[in-house]
């Protein structure tokens, strides 16, 4: 079945069941690689894309419901809530085995534009599902924070 997907600003045709899920389409099909394969149930976040600017895991997402929605990976996500993100990354060095990152970064850039100033509990919340196995939570909490800071300067 040929589907036509918006995705990172283009247009993008491509062979697929309506049911494969996005990750695959994305990974396998049009070789955007920053996005991760964690679980395949949506439990830990690895996969997350955003979807109309919205975290969305495309583990489980199937292809066919995409429909007419704007796909946006790691690799072209360029608002000001993802420079502030990435920076406040950076500076803080949350970064350890690096597998999570792109989920994480996806989710913490989604959280802030919806809520520029997140207390702790916003963050636990609305980060929760992005798994990290280095346990790194307290300097992506920081880092969250930090990106807020910076977003208000």
């Keep these: 079945m040929s589907i036509t997907l918006k995705i990172n600003g283009e247009s993008r045709q491509v062979e697929a069941d309506a049911d494969t899920p996005l990750l695959?389409?994305?990974?396998?099909?049009?070789?955007?690689?920053?996005?991760?394969?964690?679980?395949?149930?949506?439990?830990?976040?690895?996969?997350?894309?955003?979807?109309?600017?919205?975290?969305?895991?495309?583990?489980?997402?199937?292809?066919?419901?995409?429909?007419?929605?704007?796909?946006?990976t790691i690799e072209v996500v360029d608002t000001p809530q993802a420079k502030a993100v990435q920076s406040a990354w950076q500076e803080?060095?949350?970064?350890?085995?690096?597998?999570?990152?792109?989920?994480?970064?996806?989710?913490?850039?989604?959280?802030?534009?919806?809520?520029?100033?997140?207390?702790?509990?916003?963050?636990?919340?609305?980060?929760?599902?992005?798994?990290c196995r280095c346990a790194t939570y307290h300097r992506i909490r920081a880092a969250i924070h930090r990106a807020s800071d910076i977003l208000e300067a």
């Design 24 to 72: 695959w389409v994305i990974r396998d099909e049009l070789n955007l690689t920053g996005t991760k394969f964690g679980c395949g149930v949506a439990s830990c976040g690895a996969c997350t894309v955003h979807l109309n600017g919205k975290p969305q895991r495309s583990c489980v997402f199937p292809i066919g419901a995409v429909g007419d929605s704007e796909v946006t």
């Design 92 to 131: 803080l060095d949350v970064v350890q085995c690096g597998y999570c990152q792109s989920g994480q970064i996806m989710s913490a850039i989604g959280l802030l534009s919806e809520n520029a100033k997140p207390t702790d509990e916003d963050i636990d919340t609305f980060m929760q599902g992005n798994a």
